[in-house]
């Protein structure tokens, strides 16, 4: 079974910077578009960065230009890069990869576990 397991969130400065990881375990794995989500409290799950696979990206508008989504194909791991972080950017992060696996030949949709960001001064 694969599993996707987030990791580098934490407490930030406003204007400072983390970097987000979402690793996929298992092997044999291809993996297709990739795709960070926020859900702040009491709102809904929002899309902030999406790469498709043959690379092409999409941002939400308030994260142009001051996040950068990236993957490495041969770690099976995606990335999220925030600098200049703002208030606004606090919510719990969420990774989705869209992949296959010898024992699913078929694209699926994988979920990390999430995980927090504060930014706080």
């Known amino acids: 079974q694969v599993q996707l397991v987030e990791s580098g969130g934490g407490l930030v400065q406003p204007g400072g910077s983390l970097r987000l990881s979402c690793a996929a375990s298992?092997?044999?794995?291809?993996?297709?578009?990739v795709t960070w989500y926020r859900q702040a409290p009491g709102k809904e799950r929002d899309l902030v960065a999406s790469?498709?696979?043959?690379?092409?990206?999409n941002y939400a508008e308030p994260v142009k230009g001051r996040f950068t989504i990236s993957r490495d194909n041969a770690k099976n791991t995606m990335f999220l890069q925030m600098d200049s972080l703002k208030y606004e950017d606090a919510g719990v992060y969420y990774c989705?990869?869209?992949?296959?696996?010898?024992?699913?030949?078929?694209?699926?949709?994988?979920w990390g576990q999430g995980i927090q960001v504060t930014v706080s001064s």
């Open positions: 298992g092997s044999n794995i291809r993996i297709n578009a």
């Open positions: 989705n990869m869209f992949l296959r696996n010898r024992s699913s030949p078929a694209y699926v949709s994988y």
């Open positions: 790469m498709s696979g043959g690379g092409s990206t």
